[in-house]
């Protein structure tokens, strides 16, 4: 079938025709140029995406073994093979993943990429721009020449899986559509945690620069920060946009959150979310929300995980908070 922009905010597209699958590849973020093996004239194309905001996730295969040139560009594409093997030469750099691994590349220089017959890729675009900005909002400063990552992202280690976890979420939409991806709150939230994990999570040539020591942010500062996410808790903080509205760098809101409260803030932010969810569910009737609803406008993604999160913290799973009848309805 032909490219398809459906309603639920998803592209979806499957074909057979080797140029027809270029150009919906080239239209969802990727441009480049397809070659099949000798004596093959067709591909069995399937493509799912959709958009989070400045970052693109995708779900792409195309049933043959192929090879994709990139053009260049001023995006970093993130490949995590979900099956089969993939090879990338850009530049001077070549290296092969398969599923536990993803390569990180942009599109500034040419890539080679060679997908086997199986392969299945998912694949997250990020435009350098929004990258870059986000660094910079980290580090208090601008940047004195371009991003670089490593090629090479091990999604096994702590770092990588901290950011798989992300990534995992973002493809769930792929399969299941519950409306993570296009609910205005939730979808905010997931675009900051892939931008921010990624600079986080894979090594560039600034993550020493990110890990240098600095000096704790004025208490005042760190007062205001903590007034935004008791008052604001449903915005999409990242500590990078945190550090912004509160006029000191990255470095120094950390460290100034582990002087002043003794912890990260985005941990803090999480209690407060945490709090406010259980607040809600005790407040409103049981039919009148689900913990879902309640639990996504705060910024919670993953169900699972805040459900454990909310049971370890409370004593109770929220849908039990939220079956308790409000004294006011009694």
Request: charged fraction near 25%; glycine fraction near 8%; include cysteine.
């Amino acid at each position: 079938m032909p490219e398809t922009s459906r309603d639920d905010g998803f592209t979806v597209a499957r074909t057979r025709e080797p140029e027809v699958a270029r150009e919906v590849a080239a239209r969802f973020g990727l441009p480049h140029r397809l070659e099949l093996p000798r004596g093959c004239c067709e591909v069995d194309m399937e493509l799912v995406g959709y958009r989070l905001g400045a970052v693109t996730v995708g779900r792409l295969s195309y049933g043959r073994s192929v090879r994709l040139r990139t053009d260049e560009g001023d995006t970093v594409h993130v490949n995590a093979p979900l099956s089969g093997r993939a090879r990338t030469a850009s530049g001077a750099e070549c290296s092969v993943t398969e599923p536990g691994e993803a390569a990180v590349f942009s599109t500034e220089t040419p890539a080679d990429l060679r997908w086997t017959a199986d392969c299945v890729q998912l694949c997250v675009m990020f435009p350098r721009r929004a990258l870059e900005s986000e660094l910079e909002q980290s580090l208090g400063r601008s940047l004195h020449e371009p991003l670089r990552f490593a090629t090479i992202m091990d999604l096994s280690t702590p770092a990588g899986a901290g950011w798989r976890e992300a990534l995992g979420t973002a493809a769930r939409e792929l399969e299941h559509r519950c409306g993570l991806a296009t609910h205005p709150f939730t979808s905010r939230h997931l675009e900051r945690l892939l931008i921010a994990g990624l600079l986080l999570a894979q090594p560039h040539n600034y993550s020493e620069a990110l890990e240098g020591s600095v000096r704790a942010g004025p208490r005042s500062a760190i007062a205001a920060a903590v007034e935004l996410l008791e008052d604001r808790s449903d915005e999409p903080w990242t500590t990078a946009t945190l550090a912004r509205a509160v006029h000191v760098s990255v470095r120094s809101l950390q460290e100034g959150f582990r002087r002043d409260l003794g912890t990260p803030p985005m941990t803090y932010l999480r209690t407060v979310r945490l709090r406010r969810v259980r607040e809600i569910l005790q407040r409103l009737p049981p039919w009148s929300t689900t913990v879902e609803a309640v639990a996504a406008r705060q910024g919670f993604v993953h169900m699972g995980r805040f459900a454990a999160t909310y049971r370890l913290t409370f004593g109770e799973m929220p849908s039990t908070t939220l079956a308790r009848r409000p004294e006011s309805s009694r």
